[in-house]
């Protein structure tokens, strides 16, 4: 029996199905506490002000742009997820499993907030609530598509594809500039 054939296969979209799942429910939960604990007027100071709580209704998108605009967001954002999963297929690997279950359950968060909340579906305002010096409020869903997007740029600079193939070019260019490091020592 050869050892591809011994391995136990792994169903796919587990990984990235728990991994969305949590982060949603991690979101929910951490939102439902802020609304119940925190007052835009009053902001929570922690870890000697450098952490605040405070709650915010956001009903644009980063950095509060495009307020009025909530049912583009909200279209957009159903769009993407879509989109996510369709491309998801492809996946192969572990790590972008992870990477897009980071993406698609940090865009489901917020989705549920545009589709659920005050005032009407698909113009909901998403709560936001965790602020850091000199960065505007987020949340639990904003801080997994900033971790699945950083994450991305990683795997593709890294030449990493869905399957787990892994581009030509990367190992070229890191030939490349090893050939010119070592050319830069002799001089």
């Known amino acids: 029996m050869t050892?591809?054939?011994s391995k136990v296969k792994r169903p796919r979209f587990v990984l990235m199905a728990a991994v969305a799942a949590l982060l949603m429910l991690a979101d929910l939960i951490t939102k439902q506490i802020a609304l119940a604990n925190y007052s835009p007027?009053?902001?929570v100071s922690s870890l000697g002000g450098f952490l605040k709580f405070?709650?915010?209704y956001n009903s644009g998108a980063a950095f509060s742009l495009g307020e009025g605009s909530t049912w583009l967001f909200s279209t957009a954002k159903l769009v993407v997820i879509i989109g996510m999963l369709w491309i998801s297929r492809r996946i192969r690997i572990p790590a972008w499993e992870v990477i897009f279950g980071l993406l698609v359950g940090g865009a489901a968060g917020n989705l549920v907030d545009r589709v659920?909340?005050?005032p009407s579906p698909f113009q909901g305002e998403v709560i936001d609530w965790i602020q850091l010096p000199h960065w505007p409020v987020f949340n639990i869903a904003d801080m997994g598509v900033v971790c699945g997007g950083a994450l991305t740029v990683w795997m593709?600079?890294?030449?990493?594809n869905l399957d787990g193939s892994i581009e030509p070019e990367a190992h070229q260019n890191k030939?490349?500039?090893k050939t010119l490091?070592?050319?830069?020592?002799?001089?």
Request: aromatic share 8%.
């Open 41 to 43: 007027a009053e902001p």
């Open 3 to 5: 050892s591809e054939a």
């Open 181 to 187: 490091q070592d050319k830069g020592t002799e001089a």
């Open 54 to 56: 405070t709650l915010i």
């Open 116 to 118: 659920f909340r005050p």
């Open 175 to 177: 030939k490349d500039r």
């Open 156 to 160: 593709v600079f890294r030449g990493i």
